[in-house]
Nanobody, 126 residues
Framework: VQLQASGGGLVQPGGSLKLSCAASLQSSGRAFSSYAIGWFRQAPGKEREFVAVHRRNTYYEDSVKGRFTISRDNAANTAYLQMNSLMLEDTAVYYC???????????????????WGQGTLVTVSS
C-alpha cells in the first residue's frame, strides 16, 4: 500500500485547508474500505501526534474536535482531512496512515500503523 498526501500549504489563522490522501493498493488483496485511515502530524521539535482516524467510526484528537473532519471516498481510494479555523499550533507536517488490522485502542500510537504517506506541510501564519 502506498499513500500520497497532498493539499498542504500556507494559510492564515482562521483559514481552511483540505488535505487528501490517495492510496495505491497494488496487490494488497484488500479493498480500500477495509483499511482504517488516519492522520498524524509532527510539528518542529515535537513528537508525532495523532490527529484523526476513520474506520467504521471517526475519532479525533481533542484539540481538533469541532474544527477538523476526516472523510473518505472508498470508490476513489482517497481520504480527506478538512481543516477549519486553523490556529498557529496546527502548523506541522501532516501524514496519512493506513492499516487493515489496527484496533481502536491502538489508533493513537504511531508505531501501530503499517503504512505511511510522505507528509504534507501545513503552515499557519499571519
Amino acid at each position: 500500500v502506498q499513500l500520497q498526501a497532498s493539499g498542504g500549504g500556507l494559510v492564515q489563522p482562521g483559514g481552511s485547508l483540505k488535505l487528501s490522501c490517495a492510496a495505491s493498493l497494488q496487490s494488497s488483496g484488500r479493498a480500500f474500505s477495509s483499511y482504517a485511515i488516519g492522520w498524524f502530524r509532527q510539528a518542529p521539535g515535537k513528537e508525532r501526534e495523532f490527529v484523526a482516524v476513520h474506520r467504521r467510526n471517526t475519532y479525533y484528537e481533542d484539540s481538533v474536535k469541532g474544527r477538523f473532519t476526516i472523510s473518505r471516498d472508498n470508490a476513489a481510494n482517497t481520504a480527506y482531512l478538512q481543516m477549519n479555523s486553523l490556529m498557529l499550533e496546527d502548523t506541522a507536517v501532516y501524514y496519512c496512515v493506513a492499516d487493515a488490522t489496527i484496533i481502536v485502542s491502538s489508533f493513537r500510537d504511531p508505531r501501530q500503523w503499517d503504512y505511511w504517506g510522505q507528509g504534507t506541510l501545513v503552515t499557519v501564519s499571519s
